[in-house]
């Protein structure tokens, strides 16, 4: 039908997938967080059985992760890795639908994010699209300074943030990365006042990069945060958080390291060398949780 305007095709997908989230929903509210897991494996299992796009989004990561798997493996493993991503998307509705439910969560070096606070020169805790990165923000909130999330906002996504689902304020403060200069000067301004900004490390999506080895090729990861941090003097935790069971998580600082430019000349290879940090800590991540990574792009062919 060449005929279909392709707005309208977008508008009918839209709809198809506000309704699946709608099943989910009111599952969880009837069946709560055992029902929508059992309702999972079989959405899942045809959508991974019916849809090549999954198959070519998921291919490069979980190619360069397990490269001895066979066709039959890797379809297993894209089952896997679709699958733990769902169950984020059923936690994090469950937390929003259910004012009684509650996600344990365990923090390793809560004392050295603390220790980093005191300091007084603000903090980046760097993320990762892995885990449920949202329970990690709003275990922050008792921390003695505000947390801010450099992030791509909208409140009129179909799949909501569980703070917007209970339609109370967000336990951080968001400054949207499509904003004036991407956020950049808000995020400044926050580190400067000694508070903590959160920032994802995985992708890019324009401004500086840095090239660096990941899963044993190159591959390039932003490398702005770190101009941020050695132009402030903050200093830089990698956090990141897995889900180790049904209703927990755990959280663990995976690095801690001080931006701060060894000369004018080395500037490039400093930014480099603090962009490998956070590669060999996302890549010690991934070879624990090989299944929690869920940033389904190419990233090396960019």
């Not at 990762?128 to 009129?156: S, T």
């Not at 109370?168 to 580190?191: H, N, Q």
Request: with cysteine.
């Amino acid at each position: 039908m060449r005929y279909v305007v392709p707005g309208f095709q977008k508008a009918v997908l839209k709809k198809l997938e506000a309704l699946g989230h709608g099943i989910f929903y009111l599952t969880l509210r009837i069946a709560g967080q055992p029902g929508a897991y059992a309702l999972l494996v079989p959405v899942v299992l045809t959508y991974v059985s019916a849809s090549r796009r999954i198959h070519q989004l998921t291919s490069p990561y979980l190619r360069k992760r397990f490269p001895k798997h066979n066709p039959v493996e890797r379809w297993r493993d894209t089952f896997r890795i679709v699958h733990s991503f769902g169950q984020v998307l059923v936690d994090r509705a469950w937390l929003g639908l259910n004012r009684s439910a509650r996600l344990h969560c365990s923090l390793d070096e809560w004392d050295t994010i603390l220790g980093l606070i005191e300091q007084r020169k603000g903090l980046v805790l760097l993320t990762a699209h892995v885990g449920n990165w949202q329970v990690a923000l709003a275990h922050l909130k008792d921390l003695p300074v505000p947390v801010h999330a450099l992030m791509h906002y909208e409140e009129e996504v179909v799949a909501k943030h569980y703070f917007d689902l209970r339609g109370e304020s967000c336990p951080f403060r968001i400054i949207k990365t499509d904003g004036f200069l991407g956020g950049v000067v808000e995020a400044t301004a926050a580190i400067q006042r000694g508070e903590v900004v959160t920032i994802m490390g995985d992708r890019l999506a324009g401004g500086p990069s840095a090239t660096v080895k990941f899963l044993d090729s190159q591959i390039r990861f932003p490398a702005g945060v770190y101009r941020l941090a050695a132009a402030t003097g903050a200093p830089v935790a990698v956090l990141l958080a897995a889900k180790t069971g049904r209703q927990s998580y755990h959280l663990r600082v995976w690095d801690v390291f001080h931006p701060s430019y060894s000369s004018r000349k080395h500037r490039e290879a400093d930014l480099t060398a603090w962009t490998s940090r956070f590669s060999k800590a996302l890549e010690a991540y991934v070879t624990q949780f090989p299944y929690q990574w869920y940033n389904f792009y190419d990233f090396w062919n960019q």
